[in-house]
């Protein structure tokens, strides 16, 4: 049986569960779970992680953990009693678990180690804290560890800032909002900005000495030098080197490591240097021989310096390597290391061995301590610690320290007799009281033990040596009596022995005769001479001598008086003991000097302050002894010198002292009468202040009122436990009495100067301090009121002194973080006053930094549950003081403008998020009867509507993102809780007070969009978290935005009639709230629009504006992303909703209103469908083609449904951008095309819009117009490119701008120039199905022909898409899929290559326009592509497969012409045809027969390299004839059975007929042209080919030509033999000459490159060479013969077989045009019919010519905007009988003749009337013959209407008709 569970409540899964068994729940190990239930060894319960699934795990698996439980019962929560830190580790693990494997998908490896680093140091130290075996501090340590990684993690991966306190993590709701703040911005800031360390400490590594030739060792001395006050500033690190410059005790780190601790930030200055000094001991001279002495001196070797600011940008410097320096003379030895500094050069070189100093740096920062925790290691090993000479800047008390310094400065001997000066050597010893020399107690530096005696180093022959050698004597204080130091003076000889005589000495005492030490500065010493052998061990012999010659000042000691010889030495004391001030030692020993008291204190302020703090217990000692001796005569005396001392303390170098007069106050203080004096002193004070003219003195003993009133209450304290409380009134009224005085003295005003105020001032400062001494000793209500009396009586004027402002506040503020604030009872009597200070200040806008920290303090002591009534009334009180006041601060600085500084700029953050905390704080305090109170406090509606108004603008800013920094979400949850429960509240008011009658429009406007903004806000989008941060905002705040939306919705309900105001101002903002994916809120927020239409339809009978606001909104938030599939399908959902109100309206305004309602849902959704296609193309990262196919989509959707133009134009230019990132550049200038379609050429101004300047229409055309050309230059598509061109040619040219026309021409030309001679690729075409519902809406189901990329062949393609879209599954057959496949929930594409059917055949068939020109006709403005799938009907014969092949040919026309706006374009219409065999082998030999003469053509005009392609395919061709090929066709086709069961295919026999001979011909032809070309070693191929072609004749039953050959002339391309083009008669005709030029006003010459005739002569020259030099035979000389006389039968191929060469020839643009005789060209009537074009070409001859894109009909389907109407016409002119046109010379008007002529345009045009004939580029020109062909028409400037009536398909496709122009406002 199943018992809920009492204790086991929570666990952890150790062993992952399989759910084998029935209602099982699978668990994974680790996974923690909520049990609910036993029973029998199986727990009932569920995974935390998915709550909702619950099922039964066996017992067993499970590691159960101590738990508490909240809300026992259905939805009880159990919360684990583990310490804090350890559920937060374990929560973040997991969350950052998730996370991990995502940065390693994202190939983020850097942060994907960093993290894995730190998640296993946390594991470990996770479990240091779970095994629970640490001390309190190494908790804290490993804890501070385990919070300082988890912070770091979490900035890492973005993660949300953790508010702590003691590492735990605290919950918002336990603590006030300004003390979450506080917290929050702590660890921001520490995240933000290391606190700078007030301590640096140098750490110094000596390696080695890099040097050639050292064989000595070395002493090396480091130092700190200060360069700017010539002094060094810290002892020296002193280090011996061995011979081969490694120091000397390597296994001794603290010999060769040095620390110099101590340095202040003041001496981190790049005038610090660390000054080396190195000493060789060894031989006087450095070269000397070895058996020259044995005696070994210390003796300079070099100098290196090094400054401190290289080390400043705290990176370790390891082994740098010092320059070593010496000086030129030894004499300047003692200041090398300065001249170094200054780079004298001139006194210094680089030491002869060259040697380097190599020394490893570091500079540390923090006390002391803290670098022991961190750098462990250095001391663990072993470091010496070098002090700063002195104190150090922060004296601590219970230092111990007696340093003695003495520097070796210089002396002066003389020559003693000798020819040379001397080489004098100082030796230095310690004498004792007995004359006993003092052990270890000379320290060289910190790095060697102390020495009994030191030796200077030597200088060579210098009478007058400087040494400067610094020295540290740590002399104990019982020593120092009676101890002298004595310098021994030798000369050291260079001879063979080496010896040092001694030849003088000197000495200096350390302490006086009355107990002061040696005074620091320099001491002059009396160098006394002796002999060589004196000796000096009975010290009591010289030291009643005199030792220095200030005191030989009073004496009259000649013989010493006369001595020239001095020994100068320095001396510097630093103790803690001992003194060198008289005055000092007088005042502490005042009993042995009575008359000497007054004096003594009157010297107290010339002491030093540090002598007065090393005796500090003494001196105050005495002070209270004089005191109590005569406090008549000497109290003030004393007050005054305690004052002096108390505010001594102040100073920041002897702050640390307060402790140590703490405790003397509370363990050593005995004046128990003092407070009397005290109080008699300070009141006369502070009477005498508003009187005294000098302030000063009074302001000393203002500022040190604090410790005053220490002694005051201690010394009553003590007098009351001495008497058992005796006068107590008397002292309560002393008080009182002096704190009227002070009372009157804050009243006054400062008249004239500040003196006063500044009193003021520092009374204020230190006032707070007396509070917690007060409580000592009087009732906690008594203090609160004499403080409030005290406050309140300052001046409220705030026009007085600022300074005294700031002050007065942060007295305030201290009052407010005080002891005695923190007590209810005395609180409640503080806070009027406080308040009352603050309103004034934040009236004014003054000081508000210290405003906010006044208020967030007072805030943090309110506890937020607190629902004492002390509490209450307190919030009362700050409701009606701040409330409205604090609003108001929030509104003006929120709307100053940010300051620039980063240090303002965080200054700024900081007061504007304390105010808005406080804000927070009061508002989550206020309970309903707050509320009521506050609203019903309000006189009228104007003040209720201000203070509205006013509170829904803060909150409005207060949901600004960049109110709190982005990883605040604790914060920004905490303050939209607050704000959601005040909007609820007074959303009653805005009910009440403001409607019907008083409907306020501002007012619920400002409602309506600060809900949606809170609605909308991104840390409330609880879809973006991870399920455990999703669950715990849900668990805490449940989902804000519904209940937001539930609000929002209620008030809507509420307003009535007025929701008309708000119509379609709110569609705006609500649909975005309904973008939200949150089904709650959807559901609540759809119904709004259905009521919105409802009350539009009633007013306005319509809803455009509804529907206007709907897609212009839907369009910007779809672009944002937002939205999804449901939201579609939810919208949908409206429809139904269109009539459950049948009382709304009447029947027939219902019905028309859901049927308008419907068809706007309808619009809207298939609007969604595209804009969610958009959106989700627009997140991948390269462009392809899903994403330009989907703009083109919705761009259409805008113009042909929307008619929206701003959005239309919007997308083109997304489009234009898709291409140029694609390199699309073809694509790009047809985009563009469509936004200059909807420009004129006028001078109308339009505004700015996206990257146009304001400019005129003409302006944004022009410039238009030379970036599409500029595209079209890029895409190889020039010849559209030159219609721009003369299009913008001629606007210059009627504005006469002549500079630009000039450019504009050679851009032309240019243009042509590239047409001729750079190379074209022909891009591939492919049908591209797409099948089934997963493709996206623009594609699905639909067919599409795609232009290829430049090489790209089916295979490319085809893995192009399915790279594009990975999910597909390519199909391999070519048939239509079935309805399975459309509705199939899979994607499946369909792929394979189509032939594209060029609109304009005459182009591509005419003779002699060079293939570089055709090329662009046979893949440009193509609409209909070809794909063909042969297939045998009925049985098929063996013998001759090709009776039974038929051909299915499907022909696909598309929606727009390729190219286009886009690389592909859907198919509009499929047409399929079968062909028969017959007709199937018509085509085959048509195409044949056109590639034949096409490399015949090329061959003669050397268009060849090679003459193999011609070879290959006379070889193919003659080979398949006689191995069968066409005999195949006469086996099929011409016997007698096929023609009589085929009647109807007589005409076709007969073409094919036909065809076979003309093959014949062409065969024959081609073999004589190959003849001539053909290389030697190829000519036996080519007398086969000759051989095998007369076995073709005869296989076809053709002997000779002479019956045929004049009915059939054969047309080549190019106009092969050329003899009769423009032959030299005709070019001279008078007629001919008007032929030529062709000018117009801007036009080129025809002849520009070469005159006709000159072509004429040299393709006569041709033909001539080949007929001169053929071997063949007479048939091939007939055949030329033939051609010769019938080349100027039209050379092009004919499109209609009704049509004759003649009439396609027919002039274009010439009035006239000149024939030569007609009797050699008129056309024979003979046997066989001319040629014509394939059924093929026939077909195409009525498809449309023109680019639509660049027309601007059909480039889009869209016709709204379109500026020309088109013309319905019919696609096909009537033909023209061959028979009726004259072959002789006549005139035709030229605009029936364009119409007529099925020749399109070269490029896509733009004209709309025929203003004037344009020349053809000269480089499209043919040379002029008889009759000249039709040429393209010129595109003319304006667009004709024969855009879309020329030769256009073979039956008309209906398409839009256009709307009257919009002109663009864009």
């Known amino acids: 049986m199943w018992i809920p569970t009492e204790h086991e409540k929570y666990g952890v899964v150790i062993a992952s569960f399989r759910a084998t068994v029935p209602y099982g729940l699978s668990l994974e190990i680790g996974d923690t779970v909520q049990i609910l239930e036993k029973c029998d060894g199986w727990y009932r319960g569920f995974a935390l992680k998915n709550p909702n699934i619950k099922g039964i795990f066996p017992s067993s698996y499970i590691h159960l953990k101590n738990a508490c439980v909240k809300n026992k019962g259905q939805f009880e929560m159990v919360i684990p009693t583990e ?190 240097y660390i000054t080396v000094h190195i000493i060789r001991i060894g031989r006087m001279g450095a070269g000397e021989k070895k058996n020259a002495c044995s005696v070994q001196y210390r003796r300079p070797f070099g100098c290196a310096v090094l400054s401190i600011a290289d080390l400043l940008t705290g990176e370790t410097k390891d082994d740098l390597i010092l320059k070593v320096y010496m000086c030129n003379t030894e004499s300047e030895w003692y200041q090398i290391h300065e001249n170094i500094i200054k780079k004298l050069n001139a006194r210094y070189n680089l030491t002869g061995s060259n040697a380097g100093l190599a020394v490893s740096l570091q500079l540390l920062h923090g006390d002391i301590e803290q670098i022991r925790r961190e750098y462990s290691s250095v001391f663990t090993h072993g470091v010496s610690i070098t002090r700063k000479l002195g104190f150090s800047n922060i004296i601590m008390p219970g230092e111990m320290r007696n340093d003695l310094y003495i520097t070796i400065e210089r002396g002066e001997f003389e020559k003693g007799g000798k020819s040379v000066a001397r080489n004098v050597e100082v030796t230095m010893y310690i004498i004792d009281s007995n004359g006993q020399n003092l052990k270890d107690f000379i320290s060289f530096g910190s790095g060697e033990p102390p020495a009994n005696e030191f030796h200077s180093f030597v200088l060579y022959h210098n009478n007058s040596p400087r040494w400067s050698e610094l020295l540290k004597l740590p002399i104990p204080v019982d020593k120092f009596r009676g101890s002298h130091i004595r310098f021994e003076f030798r000369h050291c000889s260079t001879k063979e022995k080496g010896e040092k005589k001694l030849f003088g000495f000197s000495f200096v005492p350390l302490m006086q005769e009355d107990g002061r030490t040696l005074p620091d500065g320099t001491h002059e010493l009396i160098v006394h001479k002796c002999e060589e052998n004196t000796n000096l061990q009975d010290s009591s012999r010289y ?75 003494d001196t105050l000692d005495t002070l209270f002894g004089i005191l109590d001796e005569n406090s008549q005569k000497y109290g003030s005396k004393v007050f005054d010198s305690l004052v002096h001392i108390i505010n001594l303390l102040q100073d920041s170098k002897f702050h ?423 089904p709650d809120l959807r559901n609540v927020m759809i119904p709004i629009f259905h009521d919105m239409m409802d009350w539009e339809q009633r007013r306005s009978g319509n809803f455009k504006q509804v529907e206007a606001k709907l897609i212009d909104k839907l369009d910007s938030l779809m672009s944002e992303g937002k939205g999804d599939e449901t939201y579609r399908e939810l919208f949908n959902s409206i429809i139904p909703l269109f009539g459950p109100y049948p009382s709304l309206l009447k029947k027939i305004e219902r019905e028309t209103w859901r049927e308008s309602g419907v068809s706007l849902i309808a619009t809207v959704t298939r609007l969604m469908e595209r804009l969610l296609d958009y959106r989700d193309c627009m997140k991948m990262g390269e462009v392809d083609g899903k994403k330009i196919g989907c703009t083109v989509s919705l761009l259409n959707f805008y113009k042909t449904e929307l008619n929206k133009e701003e959005m239309y134009i919007r997308y083109i230019h997304k489009l234009y951008d898709l291409h140029l990132k694609a390199q699309n550049f073809t694509e790009a200038a047809y985009t563009l095309l469509l936004y200059d379609e909807l420009l004129e050429w006028s001078d109308r101004p339009l505004r700015e819009f996206l990257t146009y300047p304001m400019q005129t229409e003409w302006q944004r055309k022009e410039y238009l117009h030379l970036t599409i050309i500029q595209n079209f230059d890029r895409g190889k598509c020039w010849e559209n490119g030159i219609i721009l061109c003369r299009k913008i040619a001629e606007q210059y040219e009627s504005y006469y701008d002549y500079r630009n026309l000039s450019k504009m021409r050679m851009m032309e030309a240019s243009l042509y120039d590239k047409i001729m001679d750079q190379q074209r690729l022909e891009p591939e075409f492919f049908r591209v199905g797409f099948y089934g519902k997963k493709f996206p809406f623009f594609l699905r189901n639909k067919e599409f022909v795609c232009r290829g990329h430049d090489y790209e062949r089916l295979e490319a393609f085809q893995q192009r898409m399915l790279n ?112 028969s065999p017959l007709e199937n082998a018509i085509e085959v030999l048509e195409n044949k027969n056109q590639q034949l003469k096409t490399l015949i053509s090329q061959c003669q005009t050397r268009q060849m390299q090679n003459i193999n392609p011609l070879t290959m395919c006379l070889n193919g061709v003659i080979d398949a004839a006689v191995n069968g090929g066409v005999s195949r066709y006469q086996e099929a086709f011409f016997v007698k059975e096929y023609i009589l069961n085929h009647p109807e295919d007589g005409e076709k026999i007969t073409r094919l007929r036909e065809l076979m001979l003309e093959q014949a011909q062409i065969l024959e032809f081609g073999l004589a042209v190959h003849e001539k070309f053909v290389p030697q ?38 106009g092969s033999p050329r003899v009769c083009r423009n032959s030299a008669p005709a070019s001279m005709s008078p007629d001919g000459a008007r032929v030529i030029p062709r000018r117009s006003p801007l036009s080129y010459p025809a002849v520009n490159r070469y005159s006709s005739s000159s072509l004429s002569s040299q393709a006569s020259a041709e033909v001539s060479n080949i007929t001169g030099q053929s071997e063949s035979s007479d048939e091939v000389f007939n055949m030329q013969r033939m051609l010769f006389n019938h080349i100027g039968d039209g050379p092009l191929p004919r499109s209609d077989p009704n049509l004759s060469a003649p009439d396609k020839a027919s002039p274009a643009r010439h009035g006239t045009s000149v024939s030569p005789s007609p009797a050699g060209r008129s056309p024979m009537k003979g046997s066989m019919q001319s040629f014509t074009p394939s059924p093929v070409e026939y077909h195409s001859s009525g498809l449309i010519s023109n680019s639509p894109v660049l027309s601007g009909s059909y480039s889009s389907g869209i016709s709204s905007l379109s500026r020309c109407s088109t013309s319905e016409t019919s696609g096909f002119e009537n033909p023209v009988n061959e028979q009726t046109v004259s072959m002789s010379t006549y005139s035709v008007p030229e605009e029936p003749v364009r119409k007529e002529s099925k020749t399109p345009p070269p490029y896509s045009v733009y004209e709309r009337t025929l203003r004037r004939p344009a020349p053809l580029p000269h480089s499209l020109s043919i040379p002029v013959t008889s009759e000249p062909p039709a040429l393209p028409p010129k595109p003319l400037l304006a667009r004709s209407t024969n855009l879309e009536n020329g030769s256009r398909r073979t039956e008309q496709v209906p398409r839009p008709r256009p709307l009257p122009r919009k002109v663009s406002q864009l």
């Open 543 to 617: 030291l009643r001598l005199p030792f220095s010659k200030v005191s030989l000042l009073g004496t009259n000691n000649q013989a010493i008086k006369a001595t020239k010889e001095s020994f100068w030495i320095t001396s510097f004391l630093c103790s803690t003991k001992l003194t060198q001030n008289g005055d000092m030692l007088d005042l502490l020993k005042w009993r042995t000097h009575p008359d000497k008291i007054t004096g003594c204190l009157s010297k107290i302020k010339e002491i030093d302050g540090s002598e007065i703090v090393k005796f500090l217990q």
């Open 83 to 272: 310490d804090s830190v350890i559920t937060e580790m374990t929560s973040t693990l997991r969350d950052w678990g998730t996370m991990w494997k995502q940065l390693y998908v994202r190939n983020e490896g850097d942060l994907f180690h960093r993290l894995w680093h730190i998640m296993n140091e946390i594991l470990d130290l996770r479990r240091q804290v779970l095994v629970g075996h640490l001390t309190h501090d190494r908790m804290k340590d490993v804890k501070r560890h385990i919070t300082a990684r988890l912070d770091w993690g979490n900035e890492q991966l973005g993660l949300d800032l953790v508010p702590r306190k003691e590492y735990a993590m605290v919950d918002p709701e336990d603590i006030s909002i300004t003390e979450l703040y506080r917290l929050m911005e702590h660890r921001h800031r520490k995240k933000d900005t290391p606190v700078q360390a007030s301590s640096h400490h140098l750490f110094v590594q000596m390696k080695s000495l890099m040097c050639s030739n050292l064989g000595e060792e070395l002493e090396v001395i480091f130092s700190l030098f200060d360069s700017k006050e010539n002094r060094p500033i810290s002892e020296r690190f002193f280090l011996r080197l061995n011979r081969n410059g490694l120091p000397k005790s390597p296994e001794k780190p603290e010999r060769h490591c040095s620390l110099f601790v101590d340095l202040g930030s003041s001496e981190l200055r790049k005038d610090i």
């Open 1577 to 1614: 070693d190829m000519r036996p191929l080519h007398k086969k080919l000759v051989d095998q072609f007369f076995v073709m004749k005869s296989s076809l039953g053709i002997q000779e030509f002479s019956a045929c050959i004049q009915a059939s002339p054969v047309h080549f391309p190019n």
């Open 656 to 1078: 640390h002292f307060k402790p140590v007069m703490d405790t003397y106050i509370e363990s050593h203080f005995a004046g128990a009468l003092a407070y009397r004096d005290l109080i008699k002193v300070l009141k006369w004070y502070v009477d005498r202040i508003t009187e005294a003219e000098r302030q000063e003195h009074i302001q000393e003993v203002l500022k040190a009122q604090e410790y005053i009133f220490k002694y005051i209450v201690q010394s009553r304290r003590l007098f009351s436990l001495a008497t058992g409380g005796q006068n107590e009134e008397e002292f309560r009224c002393c008080i009182q009495e002096l704190l009227m005085s002070v009372r009157f003295f804050l009243s006054q005003e400062s008249k004239g100067s500040g003196a006063l105020s500044q009193s003021q001032a520092v009374f204020l400062s230190s006032f707070p301090a007396v509070y917690s001494e007060l409580l000592k000793l009087f009732d906690v209500r008594e203090v609160a009121n004499l403080v409030h009396d005290t406050l309140g009586s300052l001046p409220t004027i705030m026009h007085v002194d600022d300074s005294l402002q700031a002050v007065k506040l942060q007295c305030i503020g201290k009052t407010v973080e005080s002891q005695l604030y923190t007590n209810p009872d005395s609180r409640y009597i503080l806070l009027p006053v406080v308040l009352h200070h603050l309103h004034m200040h934040l009236q004014e806008q003054k000081d508000l930094i210290m405003c906010a920290r006044i208020l967030s303090n007072i805030f943090c002591l309110i506890k937020k549950n607190s629902s004492e009534k002390s509490v209450l009334e307190e919030i009362d009180v700050i409701v009606t003081s701040l409330l409205d006041i604090l609003l108001r601060t929030i509104l003006e600085i929120t709307s100053r403008p940010q300051p620039s500084g980063s240090a303002m700029r965080l200054q700024f953050q900081d007061v504007t998020g304390e105010f808005v905390a406080c804000l927070l704080s009061l508002l989550r305090q206020m309970t309903d009867r707050h509320y009521q109170q506050l609203l019903d406090g309000f006189s009228t509606k104007e003040e209720l509507r201000d203070f509205l108004l006013q509170i829904f603008t803060v909150f409005r800013i207060l949901i600004r993102p960049e109110m709190f920094p982005k990883d605040w979400t604790v914060m920004r949850l905490v303050a939209n809780n607050v704000i959601i429960t005040t909007v609820l509240y007074l959303s009653d008011a805005l009910r009440k007070n403001f409607l019907n009658e008083n409907f306020d429009y501002k007012i619920w406007d400002s409602y309506f969009y600060l809900a949606v903004i809170f609605i909308n806000q991104l840390c409330l989008q609880l879809e973006m978290f991870t399920p455990s941060k999703k669950k715990k905002v849900l668990e805490k705040y449940g989902d804000m935005r519904v209940t937001m939306g539930c609000e929002i919705f209620s008030m809507w309900q509420n307003l009535g009639e007025h929701k008309l105001h708000f119509i379609p101002a709110l569609i705006g903002p609500f649909l975005e709230v309904t973008l939200i994916p949150q």
């Open 1364 to 1475: 594009e879209f990975p999910h597909a599954i390519a199909m391999q057959h070519a048939n239509q899929p079935d309805e399975t496949i459309f509705q199939a929930e899979a994607q499946y594409l369909q792929i394979y290559a189509v032939t594209p059917i060029p609109e304009s055949q005459e182009v591509l068939q005419r003779e002699g326009i060079p293939d570089n020109i055709k090329s662009f006709y046979k893949v440009n403005h193509i609409w209909r592509f070809r794909y063909d799938r042969p297939f045998h009907k009925g049985t098929k014969d063996k013998e001759n497969e090709f009776k039974s092949l038929w051909v299915e040919r499907t022909s696909l026309i598309l929606v727009q012409s390729l190219p286009g706006i886009s690389r592909w374009f859907e198919v509009e219409k499929r047409e399929v045809v079968e062909m």
